[in-house]
């Protein structure tokens, strides 16, 4: 028997890498200040609580500290003091698409710690333009910063694509440090997407405001809401708009009409969670090797240390 529903030929979605522009970069590092985005939470105990094991990988020799994505490197700062601390010179490359976040990160480095051992220079755009000169000065071992979920954010394909390609711009011996979120309760993982004081809805629907601006999109955020559900097929935790009424949207830049029935949701964003065989089983298929492993208290999230082989 045919089915009385009439479902849209293709789900629709958009890349959540559009949402950080300066103002997109500001509502997320309000999110990461909660105590409820538990990746967040954890990422910032791993570094409290294992500081030294990261500074002392790189206090034997000249080493350059590069961190794809930086945002307001706040984490990162954690590492730096201890170094810095420690008087080891330190050269930190914080690369983002961001320039406010840039601006503001560089700005405020450079004023804590004038007349120390950290110099610092911040890169605006594509991590792998910046990483193309970066690891080719000689005498300098590398280890590069990959925090937070970004790699998450990617499917397993992009996510092996983007490794593949980290890999090549390396040398031997070089470090990268990758945060994971680790797979867990969905209930748990529910609740860090769809938090109380409504951040990652104000997070979404800026999505929609930025297409208005750049693409001259007629958007009506007003009528678009924000859901996380956990996938478990997947094992990524999935974020959509979703549409309150029937209606039509605009993108002019695009010259076409985008569709809307009642409740039809735009796919904004996929967080995948991982287990530790899976996490090694990315690293040795991409050339590396797991040298650490380092964990909050409740193990909900692990910063995986690998050396290039």
């Given at each position: ?258 569709k809307f029935n009642a409740w039809e949701g735009i ?43």
């Open positions: 028997m045919q089915s009385w529903r009439v479902f849209p030929k293709k789900n629709k979605c958009l890349p959540s890498w559009l949402i950080f522009d300066n103002q997109g970069s500001a509502i997320f590092k309000e999110i990461t200040k909660s105590q409820e985005y538990l990746p967040a939470a954890c990422e910032f105990e791993i570094f409290n609580r294992h500081i030294n094991t990261i500074t002392n990988l790189i206090s034997d020799q000249p080493f350059q500290l590069i961190e794809l994505g930086s945002g307001d490197g706040g984490k990162t700062q954690l590492l730096i003091e201890s170094i810095v601390n420690k008087k080891i010179d330190l050269q930190y490359y914080p690369i983002d698409i961001s320039e406010g976040s840039i601006r503001n990160l560089v700005s405020t480095l450079k004023s804590k710690y004038l007349n120390t051992t950290l110099k610092v220079s911040g890169l605006i755009g594509d991590y792998f333009v910046g990483l193309k000169n970066l690891t080719k000065k000689p005498n300098y071992r590398n280890m590069v910063l990959f925090l937070g979920v970004t790699l998450n954010n990617m499917t397993p394909l992009d996510a092996n694509i983007f490794l593949k390609k980290l890999h090549k711009y390396l040398n031997k011996q070089d470090l990268v440090l990758i945060g994971f979120d680790l797979i867990k309760s969905p209930k748990i993982i529910y609740n860090a997407y769809n938090d109380s004081k409504g951040l990652f809805e104000k997070f979404n629907l800026h999505l929609l405001d930025r297409i208005n601006r750049v693409l001259g999109g007629t958007f009506e955020k007003e009528f678009f809401v924000h859901q996380g559900h956990y996938n478990p097929t997947i094992q990524a935790l999935e974020s959509y708009l979703y549409s309150t009424k029937k209606q039509t949207v605009r993108i002019q830049n695009l010259n076409k009409d985008f796919k904004t964003e996929q967080s995948y969670k991982f287990s530790i065989e899976e996490i090694e089983l990315l690293a040795e298929k991409n050339g590396f090797q797991i040298i650490k492993k380092l964990y909050d208290s409740r193990e909900y999230f692990v910063d995986s240390i690998w050396e290039v082989q």
